[in-house]
């Protein structure tokens, strides 16, 4: 399976991205606030794996024992349309998380023309996408990660910060990510595998932390924004850390 890969590089850019990337004002994160969520957050365990392996063959036998998360849903809780709907599997070793995407496609895909698998993808979030938010202090959601890949091969990695009122993105962070996809026939397949190092610590069994798992797919008037843990805004909107679900990392 020829899918293709990267490495991943650091880039100096400041833009506002998109609907994926709206300013958002938070009121402070109270412990009444955290226990809130956690007892109606969506959960997901992560399964550990012994060995590392290669993301470019994410159909192999590494991924049986990863628990599938079906996510048929769009940011507002409603269903989505059927050719939409995405499964993740997630696994964690010592020394990375992976995570693996297959995604229906029923719709002609909206990627580049030309993609540059040799840096990020700025502006990512505007074409067909797959995305995880990955938050590790489950006391404060909005310190989180984020991280995309196209069908293409194409990704991006930023740190996002929503303590002071308003989300602060560090386009300079180096994650380290790799990325692999291909594309076939009525379906897209995505792996990412991101070292420990981009998160700052490394998780132990027993360990919770928070995030989402998501799709941008389609075009405007009828794009469609698919999310495992609902934000339930008004409008499309994804970076809504109180909403993130929890993962649970198991041995």
């Known amino acids: 399976m020829n899918f293709a890969g990267t490495a991943q590089r650091s880039l100096s850019v400041q833009i506002v991205a998109g609907v994926c990337g709206l300013v958002l004002i938070f009121a402070s994160f109270s412990q009444d606030a955290i226990s809130q ?27 049986v024992n990863a628990n599938p998360i079906g996510v048929a849903t769009y ?7 059927k050719g939409r709907a995405f499964t993740a599997r997630l696994l964690w070793s010592d020394t990375a998380l992976y995570v693996f995407f297959e995604a229906q496609q029923s719709e002609p895909l909206v990627v580049a023309d030309k993609p540059d698998l040799t840096k990020k993808a700025m502006n990512l979030w505007d074409r067909d ?16 990660f984020e991280f995309e890949a196209a069908p293409t091969g194409e990704w991006i990695d930023v740190g996002l910060d929503s303590t002071s009122g308003k989300r602060v993105s560090d386009w300079d962070y180096a994650s380290g990510m790799e990325a692999s996809a291909k594309i076939e026939k009525d379906r ?61 990392f198991v041995k």
């Open 37 to 63: 969520r956690s007892a109606t957050a969506m959960k997901a365990e992560i399964r550990y794996s012994n060995t590392d392996f290669s993301i470019r063959a994410p159909a192999a036998e590494h991924w």
């Open 129 to 144: 996408v797959v995305e995880i938010f990955v938050a590790p202090d489950q006391s404060e959601p909005r310190k989180y």
């Open 188 to 248: 897209v397949v995505i792996a990412m595998k991101i070292p420990w190092k981009a998160f700052g610590k490394t998780p132990k069994a027993g360990d919770v932390w928070l995030g989402n798992l998501l799709r941008c797919v389609g075009k405007d008037p009828d794009r469609g924004y698919l999310t495992w843990s609902p934000t339930m805004t008004k409008n499309p909107n994804f970076h809504v850390p109180e909403r993130f679900g929890e993962f649970h």
């Open 75 to 81: 940011w507002n809780g409603e269903k989505a349309l």
